[in-house]
């Protein structure tokens, strides 16, 4: 048990930690008490001892994270598979004995509006009504998830998320044809989304530091490929038949999660008196170091207090940081360039993210629910290139040129996809996963190891409260190019298939570009690091 707990431990048991009404702990600057929200786990943590405890909690953090946000991409993934349902040949169908179809009516099996030969540009625009109040959104979500309980504010959103995904899959049990309805929904779903990547990275920002910062956030961002895979594998169950429950059934889990964040969720290691964790270096010296000056109530105890100035201090509140402001977080040196880039390989993901069923139903000619399967093995690709990616940024110290190397590998293998990755199912099943690892590996690197390092950058002395606006600041400009991708995706897939991949190779070049002035910066530091190696040595 380390010494302020057991300091305190004393205080509790000689009746001389006595608080009153004003001097609980406050929450988020909100006037939250941390000790009435979880008086149970923060007595838990003491009787355990700070190791036991922290190790622990921070494993549920982990995990109860990785739940969240899975819940908010397998919302995201069921118009993707839906997609060849509301538009397909009907005349490779057998048409139901029903007076209300003609004998000349070729699209009696599709859903009007999507009906029409322009199918393809109201599909894009359903995607881009979501994406582009996404990006708009993502903006202002950093801010407030800065100065709201994230505790609220996700239980919040992911209760939204699930009302707005259920109420686009009951435009099917309603039988509504109206265009206007489905892009409403889109609308109002893409904003409430945005509650959930700010908040979530800062909340693992709070409780991990930056040692395996990149390993533990690429294994942790697979969330984002297995929520696309059971969207995908959800959606195809019924994608063929009642397509209304390929969405419902997403809302109604997601909802589900949000409950479970409301009881679950804890934001600071403070809240249950853990150690808060390490985030940079300078000169050999942390700044979050785990002393035991630290792991109290900050500067009011040391080794050497007296009983009489724990008390005292222990009815102190937490002071807390002021937030960052929107031309503050952008000055932080990295963060124009790092969400550049995301900008051009955001547009790439997304873009097989909305499209990759549709293609694969088109060009290769498998069924609405096969297309949906196999366009899963890019997603397990892509967890396989978030785990490598943050395994090598680690060990290299690189993030930058990880993502640079990884960037300009994906190049050529979406050329060799798009030409021979349907000629047979082992060429698809192999190009689907290499082409998932190096298009998603940059992308999940970006969006959590290199937020959480710039959102606790030596820059900002240890004020936390940055995390939320840099996160979001990155993936409001990633979630430009994400609305973009779908977007051209829909204008040019009418020209042939391969100029859309033409494209996709051009933005892969262009974020590989963006990288190279921090790229150069990395190789003079390890130029650098080299020189002193051989310096010791020769000492």
Known sequence: MCEP??????????????????????DSGMGFSTVATFPALSGLCSALGCSRCSTGFRGFILLLTFFIYTCYHMSRKPISVVKSRLHQNCSELVKPINDSYSLNDTTWCDWAPFDKNNYKELLGAVDNAFL????????????????????????????????????????YFWNIHMLWYFVLIQICNGLVQTTGWPSVVTCVGN???KGKRGLIMGIWNSHTSVGNILGSLIAGVWVNEQWGLSFVVPGIITAAMGVLTFLFLIEYPEDVDCTTPQHHTSDGLDENQDNPADLGNGPCINKESSLESVARCSKEPRAQPAAISFLGALRIPGVVEFSLCLLFAKLVSYTFLYWLPLYIFN???????????????????????GIMAGLISDYTNGRATTCCIMLI??????????????NGITNSVVMLIVCGALVNGPYALITTAVSADLGTHKSLKGNSKALSTVTAIIDGTGSIGAALGPL???????????NVFYMLISADILACLLLCRLVYKELLAWKSSLSRDRGYKEI
């Open 5 to 26: 707990q057991m300091e305190r431990m004393i205080l509790l048991s000689s009746g001389m930690d006595q608080t009153g009404p004003g001097d609980e702990d406050v």
């Open 132 to 171: 582009v109040a996404y990006a708009i959104g993502m903006f202002i979500s950093g801010i407030f998830g800065e100065r709201l309980p994230l505790r609220y504010y996700l239980s919040a959103g992911m209760l939204l998320s699930g009302l707005f995904t259920s109420l686009f899959g009951l435009g």
């Open 207 to 209: 409780w991990f530091g």
């Open 363 to 385: 060009v290769a000619h498998f069924s609405a629910k096969q297309a949906g399967d196999l366009s899963t093995l890019f997603d397990v690709g892509g967890i396989m290139g």
């Open 409 to 422: 590998l994906a190049a050529p293998m979406m050329f060799l996809y798009n030409y021979i990755g349907q």
């Open 488 to 498: 051209l995706a829909g204008l040019i897939s009418p020209t042939g298939w391969n």
